[in-house]
């Protein structure tokens, strides 16, 4: 194009100065003010906001919540990565390797979960887990396994696995098209040979495959921890509010009941600085443990 | 060998089926409970109801606001889809086709602002609203929503941009126009499916948004879908109106569904590739 400098200068101001404005106002001054609240002990009115430096943070070690919410923290994104992985995977290479005439069915019907609302899951899986009206206890009463039933949501041992399942109900079907992407991109040669050497199906999957999708899978474990540190507190709100007692909190739930109902501002700032710091280094660690030399045939 | 593959073929679907199962049941059990009356959910959890009435719809439309939150939750939507697009193409445009000093860094500040938590900016957030008197009001946070999408849409916008070849461009100049001009006439109607892609992603986490619906809405008759649905939840648990609340949970999900059927590949390429990111 030529444009005169100052032409091409009023265009880019045109075209980039709105918007970065007003992602300053409502993306970065939030996340840049939540560092600079959590110095702070506030309580929402503006004439008792009062700098106490690194208080807050002295008061997240001695809280005996936040170790707890940390554990459930990461206990969510072990049980949703490997619950995640281990089915999208198993799945993938079913829908791929062995040409299904209805695999196409299969591919909608797990994908669907992947857009439906947090609080419509949430929601319908309380009632799946309901004592009374719940599928769950219903299949078992059926069974005959009438002692296993119990209040899944309400149990200190089982409110935290419960909410972990419709977690990665939700989270299959993205995974396993992607992982399907992978598969699909890999030259069928490479099986011939195999087979022709006489590899197993189960070494096929664990040379050929495995391998040569791991970017995939990389991919993918890295998006569920972000996405589950970040995120899992949505479902843990809507289904259980972090009960029964503290079983179920995590930080982001945490953060919430802290600062907006019971009004400590900038103690709940600190918990999403505490949130940032665990993900980033997360991040960090995971991309240091998935590093592997990128394979190629 | 035939039998052999007929097994094997067999052993692979079993776990297929039982996820489907899994996935679908809760569904189907979801939309036929809005037809029972309570009754009729707490007699057997199974059944079919006697008959199909629209009672719960009805009465969660208008009894629970989950009508004005269904408007409320389209309003939010549409503004906020249609705005982060304002925001973005010309956005992704002068970073991806246009050479000055600084873009790399606003394409990473861009790009990394996706990846820190938005719970950090919450608060401040809420405070700002409250300064400006903007808290309880749907168009603060349709802009609110469409800021939050800005990164992921140009993300998009900008891969789709790529493909646009550099000579149309070139022959417009030639012709005259101007970059406004070829922004808008040229370039915009070639990335049609990049915008659509964005938007559907855009539009679907707009309607099922709930954490800052909750934080930034206050009165009942403001509130969209997912705050409104929580909180017929939550009444439903006082009054056991199951049938209603089951009801109110397919209110949300229809357009879903219907948006699926209609745009199923675009959501799905957009959603595996802005995970690839």
Known sequence: MVLSKKQKYVFLTFCLLPTFIVFCIFTVYPMIGGLYY????????SSVKEFIGLGNYQKLLSDSVIPKAIVNDYIFVFVKVFGIMILALFFAVALTQLRL????????????????????IGILWQFIYDPNIGIVNGILRTMGLEEWTRPWLGDMTWALPSIAVPAIWAGIGLFMLLLMGGITDIPKNLYEAAEIDGASEWQQFWRITVPLIWPQIKTSIIYIVITSLNGSFVLVQVMTAGGPGIATEVLGSYLYQKAFEDFKFGYGAAIGVLILVASLLTVIVLQFLLKKEKVEY | MNIIRTLSGLAVRIPLLIWSFIVIFP??????????????????PWALPEKFNFQNFLTAWTDYNIGTAFVNSMFVTALGSLLCLVFSIPTAYALERMRFKGNEIILNTYLSSMM???VLGWIPLFFLLLKLNLLDNLWALSLIYAVSHIP???FILISFMGNVPKELEEAATIDGMGPYGILFKIVTPLVKSGIITATILNAISFWNEYFL??????????????????LLKTNAKYESAWGVLFAGLCIAVIPVIIFYSVFQRHIVKGMTEGAIK
């Open chain 2, 116 to 118: 820190i938590p938005s």
């Open chain 2, 213 to 230: 619906a909750l934080i930034l809405l206050q009165q009942e008759s403001k509130n969209t879908l997912g705050v409104a649905m929580d």
């Open chain 2, 152 to 154: 992921f849409t140009i």
């Open chain 2, 27 to 44: 569904l189907l059990w979801m939309f036929i409970g809005a037809f029972k009356t309570n009754a009729e959910i707490f007699a057997s």
């Open chain 1, 101 to 120: 005439k209805e695999a196409p069915f299969y591919r909608i019907v797990f994908f669907f979960p992947n857009i439906m609302s947090v609080v419509v």
């Open chain 1, 38 to 45: 959590s110095f702070f002990d506030w309580s929402g009115t």
